[in-house]
């Protein structure tokens, strides 16, 4: 049986707005964590101090105050000079992009922006405590660039003479009510995609916005067993499971709201392009 994994959430600074933490923390609890919430106002000792006294596998900062360059680093610092550097500290809140690589680069293991949901929150973490939960590896790289065109043989021309790239193939898929042209780039694809008819999700796309890139398709491992972890960490899907694509691949498409917009497949070949 595997140990209850306790977390302390600490607010360090003046920062007097604790929402945030408390949502956290009532997060973390409904993944049946232990979880000790150390209050406002705490200074990086006393949060470095409650966390070894607590005996806490994980500690969690939340700061909206603008302090984290400094704060969160600290307590980091406040952890290695007490012994305890072996509690991982992750961070959230109010937190520029532009912060992440620093905050990291001084010990923060990660840095969850706002809008994380918190079911990733919580995965992480039973992730980076329980060495025996199963990590996915990132995409292995981009599969191919998805292009919706009114005429693959009108549009041929340009990749082929303009840019000098290769054809490698033209396939229908059926399923997709598509036809797909195969463009290599390097260890990548440029797919372009023709609508065979106004059933095509192509057709409809390009209804509302024109010719132009589709989609972003990422090639990944066990695409099923990613599916089911991004189901259960609350990622809008389009396809719950994967299903047949062009060249012999298992495909499923992640909602756009899940990427600020984009578009992205999921792609597992049974034979490497």
Not at 91 to 118: N, R
Not at 159 to 188: M, N, W
Not at 217 to 235: M, P, T
């Amino acid at each position: 049986m595997r140990k209850q994994i306790r977390a302390l959430i600490a607010k360090p600074g003046l920062d007097g707005h604790d929402r945030g933490a408390l949502i956290i923390a009532q997060a973390l609890r409904d993944h049946g964590m232990e979880v000790i919430y150390t209050g406002l106002r705490q200074s990086p000792a006393q949060i470095a101090q409650a966390a070894i006294q607590e005996d806490v596998d994980v500690v969690g900062l939340s700061s909206l105050s603008g302090a984290h360059k400094s704060l969160f680093p600290k307590v980091v610092q406040a952890l290695r000079d007490k012994g305890a550097s072996d509690i991982p500290v992750i961070g959230g809140g109010v937190i520029p992009a532009e912060d992440i690589p620093y905050l990291e680069e001084h010990g923060v293991t990660k840095i969850f922006t706002s809008g994380t949901p918190t079911e990733a929150i919580a995965k992480y973490i039973q992730k980076l405590i329980d060495p025996e939960m199963e990590v996915m590896p990132p995409p292995q790289k981009i599969a191919h660039i998805g292009i919706a065109v009114k005429s693959i043989d009108a549009s041929l021309p340009f990749y082929k003479d303009t840019l000098g790239l290769e054809l490698e193939g033209v396939e229908e898929v059926d399923s997709e009510h598509v036809r797909v042209a195969f463009i290599r780039l390097g260890e990548t694809m440029i797919e372009l995609l023709e609508p065979l008819n106004s059933e095509s999700a192509i057709h409809q796309f390009m209804e509302k916005r024109g010719e132009g890139i589709h989609h972003i398709a990422l090639e990944v491992d066990n695409i099923e067993a990613r599916l089911a972890q991004f189901k259960q960490e609350g990622i809008a899907l389009i396809h719950d499971s994967p299903k047949q694509g062009a060249q012999d691949s298992q495909i499923a498409f992640l909602h756009p709201k899940a990427a600020n917009g984009v578009l992205f497949e999921l792609c597992q070949h049974n034979h490497k392009e």
